[in-house]
Nanobody, 119 residues
Framework: QVQLVESGGGSVQAGGSLRLSCAASGYTYSRSVMSWYRQAPGKEREFVSGINYDGTTVYADSVKGRFTISQDNAKNSVYLQMNSLKPEDTAMYYC?????????????WGQGTQVTVSS
């Protein structure tokens, strides 16, 4: 089992910054993809950014140039630096870990951390 714990959310004004962290514990598989998703009230959960075990990153168009994902493999952690925040970034942010072990795919989610951006 893998546990994911997010932290770093909070309330900021538009234009501000936050840094989210996601720490993985338990059996941490070496080859996996860590991603951030978000879900605003009344909306579906959407992809924000992801990073592969080799460091390859991908971003949703809505956050390109403002958000930066990074990872620390030694700490089994992934981070999301969010700059130039906008009110539309307000959402619950979730960490996700996906991969495959012994031919079986797995997906784990964290409990989420709230980000609120006021105008």
């Amino acid at each position: 089992q893998v546990q994911l714990v997010e932290s770093g959310g909070g309330s900021v004004q538009a234009g501000g910054s936050l840094r989210l962290s996601c720490a993985a514990s338990g059996y941490t598989y070496s080859r996996s993809v860590m991603s951030w998703y978000r879900q605003a009230p009344g909306k579906e959960r959407e992809f924000v950014s992801g990073i592969n075990y080799d460091g390859t990153t991908v971003y949703a168009d809505s956050v390109k140039g403002r958000f930066t994902i990074s990872q620390d493999n030694a700490k089994n952690s992934v981070y999301l630096q969010m700059n130039s925040l906008k009110p539309e970034d307000t959402a619950m942010y979730y960490c996700q870990k996906v991969g495959m072990v012994a031919g079986t795919p797995y997906t784990y989610w964290g409990q989420g951390t709230q980000v609120t951006v006021s105008s």
